[in-house]
T-cell receptor
Framework: KAGVTQTPRYLIKTRGQQVTLSCSPI?????VSWYQQTPGQGLQFLFE???????NKGNFPGRFSGRQFSNSRSEMNVSTLELGDSALYLC?????????????FGPGTRLTVT | QKEVEQNSGPLSVPEGAIASLNCTYS??????FFWYRQYSGKSPELIMS????GDKEDGRFTAQLNKASQYVSLLIRDSQPSDSATYLC?????????FGTGTSLTVIP
């Protein structure tokens, strides 16, 4: 079974631009969560989508948004990029079977904002 | 108070020794608990999950859960240099995953 895939793997953007990242979950997984990982803050939860609905949201500004499609693929968008948005963005997919709820991560998208 | 706290490390152990990694969590309603391994420059990889009090063994790895003490641990027996990585503790409260900041482990040959 194929794992979680994320595209692109690397991105360099300029301050003020916007960016869209894509995530395809493991086949059959309907939950996709997004995380930002930086050396100083660790893994921080952005949001979770389940069946095309945002189910949970972390403490990030409205510049960070996402959506999920009917095939469970998800996109994350960051508008008006800031230097501090430079990070590894990870998505994780899950079957959402209580209590297991195991999350599997994709390889991540490394975003650099200059 | 953070939702999940880990001993900050870094932790160094000689090859063949037992490495012990610890984690505490704040939400008593937490339902499931996980350990991830993350190599430098890579994404986290799930290595253990545990849902009930007690021990769960998988090869050289043993996860221990004590819900009364809100404590999760990971033991790595016969540590190998390839175990050198950052280990992340994660807790699912039923609504959301929370991750610790990780413990860096170095296994010295």
């Amino acid at each position: 079974k194929a794992g979680v895939t994320q595209t692109p793997r690397y991105l360099i953007k300029t301050r003020g631009q916007q960016v869209t990242l894509s995530c395809s979950p493991i086949s059959g997984h309907r939950s996709v969560s997004w995380y930002q990982q930086t050396p100083g803050q660790g893994l921080q939860f952005l949001f979770e989508y389940f069946s095309e609905t945002q189910r949970n949201k972390g403490n990030f500004p409205g510049r960070f948004s996402g959506r999920q499609f009917s095939n469970s693929r998800s996109e994350m968008n960051v508008s008006t990029l800031e230097l501090g948005d430079s990070a590894l963005y990870l998505c994780a997919s899950s079957l959402v079977q209580t209590p297991s709820y195991e999350q599997y991560f994709g390889p991540g998208t490394r975003l650099t904002v200059t | 108070q953070k939702e999940v706290e880990q001993n900050s490390g870094p932790l160094s152990v000689p090859e063949g020794a037992i490495a012990s990694l610890n984690c505490t969590y704040s939400d008593r309603g937490s339902q499931s608990f996980f350990w991830y391994r993350q190599y430098s420059g890579k994404s986290p990889e799930l290595i253990m999950s545990i849902y009930s009090n007690g021990d769960k063994e998988d090869g050289r790895f043993t996860a221990q859960l004590n819900k009364a003490s809100q404590y999760v641990s990971l033991l790595i027996r016969d540590s190998q240099p390839s175990d050198s990585a950052t280990y992340l503790c994660a807790v699912n409260t039923g609504n959301q995953f929370y991750f610790g900041t990780g413990t860096s482990l170095t296994v010295i040959p």
